[in-house]
């Protein structure tokens, strides 16, 4: 069983910029040959893809997020970041983790862009 823990999430006015982390934990026997993903859903829409980083550290993104959102991973730390800049309104969401292989959430963590 796969556990993901995210954190990081809050209140930032737009234009400013957060860092969420996923901590990964249980059976993860070699944290580097999994694909991890960010997604996020907004009250009253479908989930979405932020972005992927797979087992050979190549990455996707979301179109609405390229160029502004920037996955990477800690491999020793068994965690994955989502630094997010230049935030707007429209990143309102709540943001999970997703492990491919197994299908594993976590709980998901709030960002809400206001002034």
């Known amino acids: 069983q796969v556990r993901l823990v995210e954190s990081g999430g809050g209140l930032v006015q737009p234009g400013g910029s957060l860092r969420l982390s996923c901590a990964a934990s249980?059976?993860?026997?070699?944290?580097?040959?999994?694909?991890m993903g960010w997604y996020r859903q907004a009250p009253g829409k479908q989930r979405e893809l932020c972005a992927v980083?797979?087992?050979?550290?190549?990455?996707n993104y979301g179109d609405s997020v390229k160029g502004r959102f920037t996955i990477s991973r800690d491999i020793a730390k068994r965690t994955v970041y989502l630094q997010m800049n230049s935030l707007t309104p429209e990143d309102t969401a709540v943001y999970y983790c997703n492990e491919n292989t197994t299908g594993a959430w976590g709980q998901g963590t709030q960002v809400t862009v206001s002034s």
């Open positions: 249980g059976n993860i026997f070699i944290f580097s040959a999994y694909t």
């Open positions: 980083i797979t087992a050979t550290g190549n990455t």
